[in-house]
């Protein structure tokens, strides 16, 4: 009997024991479960993040700017509003994608939203500046109706329609149509697949055509504007005739420059979305998206920042006691 007390009492002992290990045992588990290591810092690292948070902060001061200021509400304020929160997104997406590649374990999630991201915001970039051509378009060929309340609510419409249709192709890799699960059938932008890529950038290749025969528009215009100008200039003085032609040659520099930049910024990654594939070089496809994610620094340089009522409103902000705000006519043409 006292043998097989102690046999009972070591059997529950040995069940008690056996019942507490069991209940730490995830806990060992977990400990000797391999943890994610953070890379070391790069200088490639380094450049996402500063770049990230310069195209954020640049851009949304733009945004604040012209939602703040109810005399900045033509058309082609609300277009360029509607740039300044594209490129503002992709700020953003820059420094998500900073934080889950150096700080934080990366996962399936955070890549499908990243890359959303990266892609809603360049669609609705690339987009709005066409809609900033045909605003050009526009206030030249139609001077006289230029500004009113219809041409105000037709903008509003074009951005709505802009923005949905960027969030449902930037919802494309969220939704399933990415090659997380199928690497054969990865383009050379991780996650998105080949065909989604193609897609995309055949249609960046289109609105970039687009955007070239509005400017090419705008020239016609302006030339038969110069004609127009130059039959009647023995009715002007001197010094207009002059003031006339200079300011149309700054204007054919400042045209040059806007479409050298923007098809340098957006040819190349449309191209290179087409032409490669998963087994081409990473190098090649940082090559050309760093110009196209560069467009989102540059673009409020050459759009919103160089417009001189947006530039008069932040002086007036920064320096209230020097600038005064007077009321004015808009001249959408100096965008």
Known sequence: RNESKRVNRSGRGHRAASSGAESFFPLDLLDRSPKY????????????????TLIAAENAIVVTTILATPSLRAPVFLLLASLG??????????ILHFLFLFCVEPSEWSELVTSGLLVTSLTASLCS?????????????????????????????????????????GAGPAMGW????EPNSCSVAR??????????????????????QLYAGICRVARRHAHAIA??????????????????????SRLILVLSVF????????????????????LYTYATLVPAAGSSLLNPILYSLRHKDIRKVL???CCPNRYTQNPHTHNPVDV
Not at 85 to 94: I, K, P, Q, S
Not at 193 to 209: A, E, I, N, P, Q
Not at 266 to 274: A, C, E, N, Y
């Open 191 to 212: 996650p998105l697949t080949r065909t989604y890529l193609s897609l995309l950038c055949g249609g960046f290749l289109v609105v970039v055509m687009i955007t070239l």
């Open 129 to 169: 500046l066409m809609g900033v051509a045909l605003d050009r378009y526009l206030s030249l060929s139609q001077a006289l109706t230029y500004g009113s309340s219809q041409s105000r609510h037709r903008a509003a419409i074009l951005l709505l329609l802009v923005w949905l249709g960027a969030c449902i192709i």
């Open 37 to 52: 290591e953070v890379p070391p810092l790069t200088v490639w690292g380094v450049a996402l993040c500063v770049s990230g």
């Open 178 to 181: 990415h090659c997380l699960q």
């Open 85 to 94: 929160l594209a490129d503002l997104l992709a700020g953003v997406a820059l």
């Open 315 to 317: 002086l007036q902000a």
């Open 263 to 282: 098809v340098g910024c957006w040819m190349p990654f449309s191209l290179w979305g087409l032409l490669g594939d998963a087994s081409s070089p990473p």
């Open 231 to 252: 039959t009647q200039r023995h009715f002007l003085p001197a010094n207009q005739s002059y003031a006339s032609k200079h300011s149309s040659g700054r204007g054919f």
